[in-house]
């Protein structure tokens, strides 16, 4: 048995230490040279960090959440081939039967991390130090595609087959020798196959359990950056109602008659054009407040945040120079970088640069909300959805289309007055949008 030990890498200028954010491996998995070993996230990027050479991972060092210093030992592996019992279950159980030679060991190596915009959700923290238990020795009868009772599958296969509560022994694979692939396993799940231990939830029990999760990576990231918001900037909150029924019949002409190549609008679209042909008139609201050194800085940019949801959390995606762009423009550019943050894509000069934001809730609805400013800027913008309402115009009820927004301005550099100035500005250009091309 030769036991190497793999340590963290050099994963980028000026990095000391990263967060170890996600584990793709546990004990007891068999990997080969390049295979993902483990997320870690640096104050600048999150990086997937590949296995050096083929093993068996005997030792993970550091759980989700914990820092690991450039040049501490990460991952132990035993490279003589030789498995324990208790790390048989998780072998490659075909690779005995086909009798293959034992690779050469190879050198020690560190290939270079490949690099993500972001990290994804982590899972449970994996056993560190000690080999995973055996599954129960009994086990359903094997599928056709299984091999000696086993399923043959790739560790990343197994990993999420146990996260997932999946017995492999009950998923047919479609692979060479009935291999289970993703696919099968995605399948197996959406077909509405049964998870080991898996039973309907009786309503009349009464649940004590308790589901402790780790905040870290990203979660982390958004939590300090919240936190710095409301610790240091005294919020005000201004509530405004906007009838946007005349942009409504702008939005649908345009709509009806763009070319194919074009963006089709939102309301989004012409919020960022009027916040763009105003900011000149409200230059406090459109900067960053430096507070270590109290100076205010004003932008002549107009360059907006988009708040984006994502699956792996809240992103901030920036269009940029929104001043010097057409609504065509706006809208193509603003679905650019939102998809790029949903789909991992955003590089850091997407992400980076705002000085004002937007933050849309219109398909959630909501009358209202006291949305957070993004540190260092001093307002932001939320937009609630649009709906029909009743309402009285020179003592006739009619029914006009509403949109509420709600908006958050730092109060050390903001007052009342300009932050509600600013959303009435907004407001007339909206009612009126001809005056957005004026």
């Known amino acids: 048995m030769s036991n190497r030990v793999f340590k963290l890498p050099d994963i980028g200028e000026g990095v000391v230490e990263g967060e170890v954010v996600q584990w793709h491996v546990a004990v007891g998995d068999s990997v080969s040279e390049d295979d993902e070993l483990v997320d870690v996230m640096t104050d600048k990027a999150t990086v997937t960090i590949p296995s050096p050479h083929d093993g068996t991972i005997t030792v993970l060092h550091g759980g989700v959440g914990d820092m690991v210093a450039v040049g501490a030992a990460l991952v132990e592996f035993d490279e003589g081939g030789g498995a324990s019992s208790e790390t048989a279950e998780e072998s490659e159980p075909g690779l005995e039967e086909e009798a293959e030679p ?47 009772g086993k399923a043959l599958a790739s560790p990343a296969v197994r990993r999420r087959a146990r996260e997932a509560g999946v017995d492999l022994t009950s998923v047919r694979g479609s692979g060479p020798a009935g291999r289970i692939r993703h696919a099968d396993l995605d399948a197996f799940i959406a ?71 074009q963006t089709k609008l939102t309301y989004l679209p012409f919020i960022m054009m009027a916040l763009a042909k105003i900011m000149p008139n409200h230059p406090e609201c459109n900067g960053h407040y430096d507070e270590a050194n109290e100076i205010m800085r004003r932008y002549g940019a107009v360059n907006l945040g988009i708040a984006t949801q994502t699956d792996r959390g809240l992103f901030v995606p920036v269009v940029k120079h929104t001043e010097a762009m057409d609504v065509w423009q706006a809208a193509a550019e603003m679905q650019r970088v939102s998809g790029a943050a949903r789909d991992g ?25 006291t949305p957070i400013i993004n540190h260092p800027e001093v307002a ?25 927004v709600s908006s958050s301005f730092d109060h050390r550099i903001v007052d009342g007055a300009n932050g509600a100035a600013l959303v009435r500005s907004l407001k007339r250009m909206l009612e009126h949008p001809a005056l957005i091309f004026m």
Request: no cysteine; hydrophobic share 35%.
């Open 102 to 148: 034992e690779p050469e060991p190879k050198p020690e190596a560190t290939p270079p991390p490949a690099v993500q915009p972001e990290s994804v959700a982590p899972p449970p923290s994996p056993e560190i130090s000690t080999p995973a238990p055996l599954p129960a020795a009994s086990a359903p009868a094997a599928t056709p595609g299984d091999s000696g």
């Open 191 to 261: 077909a509405g196959g049964m998870v080991q231990g898996a039973a309907p939830i009786a309503y009349t029990t009464r649940r004590n359990d308790v589901e402790e999760i780790k905040v870290v990576g990203l979660r982390r990231k958004i939590a300090e950056a919240m936190t710095i918001s409301k610790r240091h900037i005294p919020h005000f909150s201004f509530f405004e109602e906007i009838d946007v029924t005349e942009l409504e019949e702008l939005r649908q002409l345009l709509n009806a008659t763009k070319s194919p190549e």
């Open 345 to 369: 894509t955003a590089s850091i000069d997407d992400l980076t640069g705002s000085t004002f934001t937007i933050t849309s809730l219109g398909r959630d609805g909501g009358l209202g909300a």
């Open 380 to 404: 932001i913008l939320g937009v609630h959805k649009a709906r029909e309402m009743p309402v009285v115009r020179n003592g006739e009820v009619l029914v006009r289309r509403m949109m509420n």
